[in-house]
């Protein structure tokens, strides 16, 4: 298990400027919301690479370390742009705080969420 307050740090330094993980939302990268357990390909409202569909990953904290090592690598033609955290402290950390936030219901919950305009979402 990793150390919520640094994975909290990472997030917000390597992952935030894409994804959220308190909400619905998504404008640059998929919501984190209810991550755990859910199928890689199948957030509503954003467009997903045909290989992030294709492939199929069930998100557990293990595939979630594993594609965070290399994402393009786990799913190639993925539009995750995150080279990867090379440190497996600095996983640990990342996964241990988006599976406690992940768990926790989203501020927007039971509302559907609609883009911004501004905001367009990238394309497969």
């Known amino acids: 298990m990793g150390d919520y307050e640094r994975g909290k740090k990472l997030f917000m ?3 935030a400027q894409c994804h959220v993980i ?5 404008i640059n990268g998929p919501t984190l919301s209810g991550v ?3 199928k890689s390909g199948t957030v ?3 467009t997903h690479s045909e290989a992030s569909t294709a492939k199929g990953i ?3 904290r ?3 370390l594993e594609y965070l090592t290399d994402p393009r690598k786990c799913i190639p033609g993925t539009k995750m742009v995150c080279t990867g955290l090379k440190k497996v402290e600095d996983r640990e950390d990342l996964v241990t705080y988006i599976e406690v936030e992940s ?3 989203p501020k927007d919950a039971g509302q559907k969420w609609v883009k ?9």
Not at 22 to 26: L, Q, T, V
Not at 116 to 124: I, T
């Open 58 to 60: 069930i998100w557990t």
């Open 22 to 26: 308190d909400s619905i939302a998504c």
């Open 62 to 64: 293990e595939t979630l």
């Open 116 to 124: 911004p305009q501004g905001h367009p979402l990238p394309k497969s």
């Open 103 to 105: 768990k926790k219901p």
């Open 44 to 46: 509503e409202g954003y």
């Open 13 to 15: 330094k390597r992952c």
């Open 36 to 38: 755990i357990g859910r």
